[in-house]
């Protein structure tokens, strides 16, 4: 039904976390993985049979069925940001109004930590709030609000963090 509107409409189809959709076909022979298979060969039948543009986004490639690379004609991989990138993604999306105190160091936090631009923006956001919080802070966001974000990003998303990843900072992060 929906290729069916979009051909109607003329519109792009974007398909967010695509990997859950065009998810690899298994043979564990249980019946929900059948289920799950048949949907996929239907999902195949339309993509190939849309004259349409589709677009679709995952960070989980390899989970995506084979067979729908065999379907598309351009595969866009945005790699990892470097550092130069990392910074500018701190520079371009801390808000321009947001009063910074002297103390931040956001090259530090750019060679530092690895993050995509979604992370990035996660941090900038919880040391926002950090900072609005803290009673110390004289209304600014300072480098260590930027380093306790950071360390929750790194909880959150499961990765292992030491001491030693926050030098000098360490201590203003409880570490």
């Known amino acids: ?70 379907r598309m004609k351009y595969i866009v991989e945005f790699q990892f940001p470097d550092v130069d990138t990392r910074e500018m993604l701190w520079t371009t999306t801390i808000p321009k109004g947001t009063p910074l105190a002297d103390d931040v160091d956001i090259r530090f936090l750019a060679e530092k930590f690895e993050f995509v631009g979604g992370n990035i923006k996660n941090c900038i956001l919880n040391a926002a709030f950090l900072a609005a919080a803290d009673p110390q802070a004289e209304g600014k966001v300072h480098m260590k609000h930027y380093l306790l974000a950071v360390k929750y990003e790194f909880v959150k998303v499961g990765k292992v963090f030491t001491r030693s990843d926050f030098e000098p900072y360490a201590a203003d992060v409880g570490l």
């Open 1 to 70: 039904m929906i290729f069916r509107e979009a051909k109607k409409c003329n519109v792009v189809l974007f398909f967010d976390e695509c990997d859950t959709l065009f998810a690899k076909r298994s043979d564990d022979g249980g019946s929900n993985q059948s289920s799950n298979n048949n949907k996929t060969a239907l999902l195949l039948q339309e993509v190939e049979a849309y004259d349409g543009v589709s677009v679709l986004a995952t960070n989980y490639k390899h989970n995506i069925d084979p067979a729908f690379f065999r």
